[in-house]
């Protein structure tokens, strides 16, 4: 038997695309880039200066392959892939990407939240590609838009000091139209931007 991804001697290879075999295994490799923003250490950051808690176009681009991988081009994102996202976002207090993470990390959560709710989606590759506009298939309404997801989405941009421009103003158009009680908004989601 093998030993798990996490545990591998050289963690580089959870890393590769082909080694992606699932979006659990999407997830731990998404794991290992946030430990190099963190850090600024490990594999992700071999061969290159990277501080700590800096997020650079390398690592954006990381985040890219290991989402867009072969075993899961054509499986919607999974809520632990999103949460890694948030966790990589968080822990970038310095950004050098030209806002390229900004835009994977709002078309993954909304890749998410839109199958989540039964709504379709395009395959990963053309979702989360830079040259995909996010509201060329992003739901713009609530009709079978999940309140639960709004509301998981809203919790893990609530009180974040780095917000997200794109990912908030879909969520409030959204939100802005859902069949929720106008006194219940202000506790889904915390629009400053």
């Known amino acids: ?11 580089i290879a959870a890393l590769e695309p082909s080694k992606i ?13 946030r430990d190099g923003v963190i850090t600024g250490e490990g594999p992700t950051t071999k061969g290159r200066v990277h501080f700590s808690r800096a997020l650079d176009a390398d690592d954006a681009a990381w985040c890219a392959r290991i989402l867009t991988a072969t075993a899961v081009e054509h499986q ?7 949460e890694a996202l948030f966790e990589i976002n968080d822990a970038a207090a310095e950004r050098s990407d030209d806002g390229r993470f900004d835009d994977l990390l709002a078309k993954a959560v909304v890749h998410h939240a839109a199958s989540a709710s039964g709504l379709p989606v395009p395959s990963r590759t053309v979702a989360l590609s830079p040259e995909t506009a996010i509201e060329s298939w992003a739901p713009t309404r609530s009709a079978g838009v999940d309140t639960e997801v709004l509301e998981w989405i809203a919790s893990q941009m609530r009180g974040k000091r780095r917000g997200n421009r794109t990912l908030k103003s ?11 009680p106008l006194t219940q908004l202000p506790n889904v989601f915390d629009i400053g931007m």
């Open 170 to 180: 879909l969520v409030a158009t959204i939100v802005g139209v859902a069949a929720l």
């Open 21 to 33: 075999s699932c979006r659990d295994t999407a997830a731990l490799a998404l794991t290992v880039v």
């Open 1 to 11: 038997m093998s030993a798990p991804l996490a545990t591998v001697a050289e963690p």
């Open 76 to 82: 919607p994102v999974s809520r632990a892939e999103a």
